[in-house]
């Protein structure tokens, strides 16, 4: 597995976990899904990624995200 599509992975468990505890926990759990969408966008316009540094710390390699 890439970096790139490790970090998808990553956000789109992120986003889905926060809205199964959004339904069956506490509605501000919404919270968590608005900073997924925060960190991504900043990731697209900045290129800083803190979940990709991480993935690569743990040894992931880069890659294209479409293969």
Do not use: K
């Amino acid at each position: 597995m890439t970096v790139e599509r490790a970090v998808m992975l990553f956000a789109g468990l992120v986003v889905l976990t926060s809205l199964a505890l959004t339904h069956w926990v506490h509605p501000a759990w919404v919270w968590l899904t608005a900073l997924a969408g925060v960190n991504l966008t900043v990731a697209s316009v900045t290129g800083f990624c803190p979940a990709a540094i991480l993935f690569r710390r743990l040894g992931l390699r880069s890659g294209s995200a479409s293969n």
